[in-house]
Nanobody, 120 residues
Framework: QVQLVESGGGLVQAGGSLRLSCAAS????????MGWYRQAPGKQRELVAQ???????NYGDSVKGRFTISRDNPKNTVYLQMNSLTPEDTAVYYC??????????????WGQGTQVTVSS
Protein backbone atom coordinates (compact mmCIF):
# COMPACT_ATOMS: atom_id res chain seq x y z
CA GLN A 1 0.00 0.00 0.00
CA VAL A 2 0.84 3.65 -0.36
CA GLN A 3 0.48 6.16 2.41
CA LEU A 4 0.29 9.89 1.90
CA VAL A 5 1.45 12.27 4.59
CA GLU A 6 0.37 15.88 4.32
CA SER A 7 1.77 18.94 5.97
CA GLY A 8 1.64 22.70 5.70
CA GLY A 9 -1.99 23.50 6.34
CA GLY A 10 -3.05 26.21 8.69
CA LEU A 11 -4.52 29.64 9.06
CA VAL A 12 -3.52 32.54 6.86
CA GLN A 13 -4.87 35.98 6.11
CA ALA A 14 -6.34 36.86 2.76
CA GLY A 15 -3.61 37.74 0.33
CA GLY A 16 -1.14 35.54 2.08
CA SER A 17 0.62 32.39 1.04
CA LEU A 18 0.85 28.83 2.20
CA ARG A 19 2.83 25.84 1.03
CA LEU A 20 1.47 22.33 1.28
CA SER A 21 3.56 19.21 1.06
CA CYS A 22 2.59 15.62 0.55
CA ALA A 23 5.01 12.75 0.78
CA ALA A 24 4.14 9.32 -0.51
CA SER A 25 5.60 6.27 1.13
CA UNK A 26 5.75 2.92 -0.57
CA UNK A 27 6.67 2.02 -4.09
CA UNK A 28 5.66 4.29 -6.95
CA UNK A 29 7.10 2.83 -10.11
CA UNK A 30 4.35 3.34 -12.64
CA UNK A 31 3.04 6.39 -14.36
CA UNK A 32 1.19 8.47 -11.83
CA UNK A 33 -0.37 11.76 -10.97
CA MET A 34 0.05 13.40 -7.62
CA GLY A 35 -1.91 16.39 -6.60
CA TRP A 36 -4.46 18.06 -4.42
CA TYR A 37 -8.19 18.12 -4.15
CA ARG A 38 -10.18 20.22 -1.77
CA GLN A 39 -13.61 20.15 -0.26
CA ALA A 40 -15.39 23.00 1.42
CA PRO A 41 -18.57 22.55 3.47
CA GLY A 42 -21.55 22.01 1.23
CA LYS A 43 -19.43 21.67 -1.88
CA GLN A 44 -18.21 18.81 -3.99
CA ARG A 45 -14.64 17.74 -3.78
CA GLU A 46 -12.79 19.47 -6.59
CA LEU A 47 -9.45 19.25 -8.25
CA VAL A 48 -7.00 21.93 -7.21
CA ALA A 49 -3.94 20.84 -9.13
CA GLN A 50 -2.13 17.73 -10.18
CA UNK A 51 1.14 16.84 -11.77
CA UNK A 52 2.21 13.72 -13.59
CA UNK A 53 5.37 11.77 -13.03
CA UNK A 54 6.63 13.43 -16.21
CA UNK A 55 5.82 16.95 -15.04
CA UNK A 56 2.58 17.60 -16.87
CA UNK A 57 0.34 19.86 -14.79
CA ASN A 58 -3.24 20.94 -14.74
CA TYR A 59 -5.10 23.28 -12.42
CA GLY A 60 -8.59 24.00 -11.39
CA ASP A 61 -9.92 27.16 -12.96
CA SER A 62 -10.27 28.96 -9.66
CA VAL A 63 -6.59 28.64 -8.79
CA LYS A 64 -4.90 29.21 -12.12
CA GLY A 65 -2.28 31.88 -11.85
CA ARG A 66 -2.22 31.74 -8.06
CA PHE A 67 -1.19 28.20 -7.20
CA THR A 68 1.81 26.28 -8.42
CA ILE A 69 2.27 22.56 -8.13
CA SER A 70 5.62 20.84 -8.31
CA ARG A 71 7.11 17.52 -7.36
CA ASP A 72 10.34 15.99 -6.25
CA ASN A 73 10.36 12.53 -7.75
CA PRO A 74 13.27 11.10 -5.75
CA LYS A 75 11.40 12.05 -2.59
CA ASN A 76 7.97 11.10 -3.93
CA THR A 77 6.78 14.44 -2.70
CA VAL A 78 4.43 16.95 -4.21
CA TYR A 79 4.22 20.60 -3.24
CA LEU A 80 1.50 23.14 -3.65
CA GLN A 81 2.51 26.76 -3.40
CA MET A 82 -0.60 28.81 -2.76
CA ASN A 83 -0.40 32.55 -3.23
CA SER A 84 -2.94 35.34 -3.12
CA LEU A 85 -5.21 33.27 -0.97
CA THR A 86 -8.83 34.25 -0.53
CA PRO A 87 -11.51 33.07 1.88
CA GLU A 88 -12.93 31.02 -0.98
CA ASP A 89 -9.83 28.87 -0.76
CA THR A 90 -10.84 27.73 2.70
CA ALA A 91 -11.31 23.98 2.60
CA VAL A 92 -9.91 20.67 3.62
CA TYR A 93 -7.15 19.85 1.19
CA TYR A 94 -6.55 16.22 0.35
CA CYS A 95 -3.42 14.87 -1.19
CA UNK A 96 -4.15 12.45 -3.98
CA UNK A 97 -2.15 9.85 -5.82
CA UNK A 98 -3.31 8.11 -8.97
CA UNK A 99 -1.07 5.15 -9.60
CA UNK A 100 -1.71 3.62 -12.98
CA UNK A 101 -1.53 -0.13 -13.43
CA UNK A 102 -2.85 -0.19 -17.00
CA UNK A 103 -3.29 2.30 -19.77
CA UNK A 104 -6.72 3.27 -18.53
CA UNK A 105 -6.92 2.12 -14.93
CA UNK A 106 -5.38 3.37 -11.75
CA UNK A 107 -5.55 3.03 -8.02
CA UNK A 108 -6.34 6.17 -6.10
CA UNK A 109 -4.87 6.96 -2.72
CA TRP A 110 -5.82 9.76 -0.40
CA GLY A 111 -4.29 11.60 2.45
CA GLN A 112 -6.29 12.30 5.56
CA GLY A 113 -6.70 15.95 4.68
CA THR A 114 -5.31 19.16 6.06
CA GLN A 115 -7.35 22.21 6.90
CA VAL A 116 -6.58 25.47 5.14
CA THR A 117 -8.39 28.47 6.51
CA VAL A 118 -8.11 31.91 4.95
CA SER A 119 -9.42 34.78 7.01
CA SER A 120 -10.82 37.93 5.48
Amino acid sequence: QVQLVESGGGLVQAGGSLRLSCAASGSIFSFNFMGWYRQAPGKQRELVAQISSGGLTNYGDSVKGRFTISRDNPKNTVYLQMNSLTPEDTAVYYCNLKKYYSSISYNAYWGQGTQVTVSS
